[in-house]
């Protein structure tokens, strides 16, 4: 059985725009599939239906329809990354970070001291730990982002997708993200996650799907699919790809 | 114990502490007035006046309940508010709430009839009528997400209802119809009686019991509306429960007290200041502070000079100040 397929997937949007069409991919667990395109690609909204967050009949997990399960129980399978958090409030890390225990409390229930052990271990994983108690509104760009990662960990799913997790990110910020993305997959998450970025895509994906005005120019893996002539074709500007140094560069 | 269960059990015994402070600071209230003369009202002569008893019974400790329970009511819905619209300065009358209600009691006052009932009444129809009014005019906007489009109409159900209230000031009676208006408007417990306050004391019960027990998603609904999908949530959904939860109680409740501002503005950030912005706490936090501090006006109104000063004026002159006083504070720098 198939881990997550979707089957044909066509989006348009109440104003008429056509989001995606006719979409086919299929994902295999332990993977990290990286959907690159362009702004305006339809990456987003991949990203929402593959959430949920857009209903489809068209998304498949574990062969049942993710329309058809519980929330609580999809948050226990799938988390978020967004690209961007709202902080409207002076939550700390911790409190932030224990929100992702959300999907195993019961309908009235808040965070017991099981939860708060899972929450510290994920902010020590991302390199947090000791800072427990700091306001959110005190975090660098970097920060925040590791913190949006450190609540997914500890969502304990097995899927988690990412919004373009480095686009307002310095390259030292970028390098740290990267690195522990790749630490979570080699673990055995699932990663799946947007970028318009085609060497963070390289580094960090085992397959990649390419994306351009909603349909799916090539999916496969990475080394299949990352080539000149598509990327070309994708950015609508001229790419190369080259090998340095036994490292893949994309320019 | 780790970190994180010392702080959750030092936070339970603050609130406790503050429970017990309010309770005290109840009891020790009804003993204050203006029978047998301004000022503390000896214990003995309860035992030995039967109109001490029947004003301890039937008026003073009625009004008291009124103050602790609207109190409560008032600072959840704040920090309700707050957290549904991601913005820690909105407060309840924020939906069309508090002139729609204004607007049905100077109604019902001109128009109609001056009894304290039909006025509680008309107040609620028409407060609920400015929820009802905003969440329709937000379905029919253009412009914006759901909560800013509900905003937008709050600002012109409310202006709307400003302006009706406006008209009817005008034709009312001077001498008697505007002062009732005008009173009713500045806020007052002084209506409370146990056929009053009864009916009311069960809404607000439901509404505090919703809000108090969904605390922890309160916080979910404040971030990102996808992150709070993401971790198991129907947010849409919970959002209208809880702000009709919150609305409800809210109008319920000024529909007897008239309209008491800046308790649902200045507690909740009282409470996060002391409590940290987490719900889990600070949410109770917010109910027993704005209890205390309805109780603390309403106790000084009715004793400090010889006729009483309006609840409502109190309320803004103190919270006014604490709010001035919290915002300049330089802890406060960078946090909501």
């Not at chain 2, 939906?95 to 607007?103: D, E, K, P, V």
Request: charged share 15%; aromatic share 10%.
């Amino acid at each position: 059985m198939t881990f997550l397929s979707i089957d044909r997937l066509s989006y348009r949007y109440p104003a008429g725009i056509n989001a995606l069409r006719s979409v086919t991919l299929s994902i295999e667990k332990g993977s990290s599939v990286a959907i690159l395109g362009s702004n305006g690609a339809g990456k987003s909204t991949l990203l929402d239906i593959l959430l949920g967050y857009t209903s489809s009949t068209s998304v498949f997990l574990y062969g049942k329809p993710l329309s058809e399960y519980g929330r609580k129980e999809l948050g226990r399978l799938i988390a978020l990354v967004p690209q961007k958090e709202q902080f409207s409030f002076a939550y700390t890390l911790l409190d932030y970070t224990l929100f992702g225990r959300a999907p195993y409390l019961s309908p009235m229930g808040s965070p017991t001291s099981t939860d708060s052990l899972i929450a510290y271990e994920a902010l020590a994983k991302v390199g947090l730990g000791g800072f427990e108690n700091r306001s959110i509104t005190a975090l660098s760009g970097g920060e925040q982002q590791l913190l949006l990662i450190a609540r997914a960990i500890a969502q304990e799913s097995e899927i988690l997708l990412l919004d373009e997790p480095t686009s307002s990110l310095d390259p030292a910020n970028r390098k740290r993200i990267l690195t522990l993305l790749k630490q979570l997959h080699a673990e055995g998450k699932t990663l799946i996650f947007t970028t318009h970025d085609a060497n963070f895509a390289y580094e960090l994906s085992s397959d990649i799907a390419l994306l351009k005005g909603g349909m799916l120019l090539g999916y496969g893996k990475k080394e299949e699919v990352v080539k000149s002539e598509l990327l070309t074709t994708l950015y609508d500007t001229q790419l190369t790809v080259t090998e340095i140094d036994g490292r893949t560069i994309i320019y | 114990m780790n970190e994180y269960e010392i702080q959750k059990r030092y936070k339970m015994i603050t609130l406790l502490v503050l429970i017990a402070l309010s309770v005290i600071f109840g009891i020790l209230s009804l003993f204050v007035g203006r029978y047998p003369k301004a000022g503390f009202t000896p214990l003995s002569l309860f035992y030995t006046d039967s109109v001490a008893r029947t004003i301890l019974i039937k008026i003073r400790l009625p009004r008291v309940v009124l103050a602790l329970a609207a109190g409560a009511m008032l600072g959840a819905s704040g920090f309700t508010f707050q957290l549904l619209f991601s913005n820690p300065l909105v407060e309840p009358g924020f939906l069309g709430i508090s002139q729609g209600a204004a607007f049905g009691a100077a109604l019902m006052i001109v128009f109609a009839s001056t009894s304290s009932l039909a006025v509680q009444i008309s107040a609620m129809v028409f407060g609920l009528l400015g929820l009802f009014f905003s969440y329709f005019l937000s379905t029919r906007f253009r412009f914006g997400g759901a909560l800013l489009r509900l905003v937008l109409a709050g600002i012109a159900v409310s202006a709307f209802f400003s302006s009706g209230l406006g008209v009817i000031k005008l034709v009312a009676e001077p001498t008697k119809d505007l002062q009732d208006i005008t009173f009713w408007m500045m806020g007052g417990l002084w209506n409370a009686s146990w056929v009053s306050i009864i009916p009311i004391l069960a809404v607000i019960a439901i509404a505090l019991t919703i809000l108090y027990v969904n605390r922890f998603t309160l916080n979910l609904l404040s971030i990102n509306e996808k992150t709070s999908f993401s971790l198991g949530l129907n947010p849409k959904r919970q959002r209208i429960m809880l702000l009709i939860a919150a609305t409800v109680g809210t109008t319920f409740t000024i529909s007897v007290t008239g309209l008491i501002g800046w308790v649902g503005l200045i507690t909740p950030h009282i409470a996060r200041k002391t409590f940290g912005s987490e719900a889990t706490h600070a949410l109770p936090a917010s109910m027993i502070m704005g209890s205390f501090f309805l109780l603390l006006c309403d106790s000084f109104g009715r004793t400090i000079l010889p006729t009483e000063i309006p609840i409502g004026l109190l309320t803004s002159l103190f919270g006014a100040l604490i709010f001035v006083i919290i915002l300049s504070s330089k802890s406060q720098e960078g946090k909501a």
